[in-house]
T-cell receptor, first 115, second 111 residues
């Protein structure tokens, strides 16, 4: 078990460009979460999948953001027409259905800088 | 909207001192987790508390869940420089599967 893996670790992009991040959860975990964290703040929830179904989306997830988990394994988060305000750490976490305590295990994150 | 407030926001202490970090909410949570995060890394799960009044110990760290399951505390005994980091509490309720995080307590332990 290698834990939750995120790629890339760092991304610098010009305003207006599209970016895509990937998350590979812990293999037996069927719940996957995306969070965003800005400097000095705790992580803010973006969206959540159970298997391939996207069950919840935050108001923070504007129409420029889209997330997929096509086969119920890895997930991608795409941001279209990036803005400077999108600069943040994007964190992925996974947990196991049937675990009542919603313990989530996080990846190392993707730090996005929009210039 | 559920909110978790952590205090203090920043704490700088000398090695060997004790400290307590608080996590408070007006909402009831079915469980509460504590995470530690280092710069540029993702949060690492330290402990989960589930039962009101529950106390869990992890070496020099003691975690307590309030009787009403609305608040929690983290106490560190004889802090060491390796304890330096951002401590985050996160709550889950039965209606949502996603965690709600506090804004964190940044701890600096000076040698």
């Amino acid at each position: 078990d290698t834990g939750v893996s995120q790629d890339p670790r760092h991304k610098i992009t010009k305003r207006g460009q599209n970016v895509t991040f990937r998350c590979d959860p812990i293999s037996e975990h069927n719940r996957l979460y995306w969070y965003r964290q800005t400097l000095g703040q705790g992580p803010e929830f973006l969206t959540y999948f159970q298997n391939e179904a996207q069950l919840e989306k935050s108001r923070l997830l504007s129409d420029r953001f889209s997330a997929e988990r096509p086969k119920g394994s890895f997930s991608t988060l795409e941001i279209q027409r990036t803005e400077q305000g999108d600069s943040a750490m994007y964190l992925c976490a996974s947990s196991f259905l049937g675990q009542a305590n919603t313990e989530a295990f996080f990846g190392q994150g993707t730090r996005l800088t929009v210039v | 909207t559920q909110l978790l407030e952590q205090s203090p926001q920043f704490l700088s202490i000398q090695e060997g001192e004790n400290l307590t970090v608080y996590c408070n909410s007006s909402s009831v949570f079915s469980s509460l987790q504590w995470y530690r995060q280092e710069p540029g890394e993702g949060p690492v799960l330290l402990v989960t508390v589930v039962t009101g009044g529950e106390v869990k110990k992890l070496k020099r760290l003691t975690f307590q869940f309030g009787d009403a399951r609305k608040d929690s505390s983290l106490h560190i005994t004889a802090a060491q420089p390796g304890d330096t980091g951002l401590y985050l509490c996160a709550g889950a309720d039965t209606g949502r599967r996603a965690l709600t995080f506090g804004s964190g307590t940044r701890l600096q332990v000076q040698p």
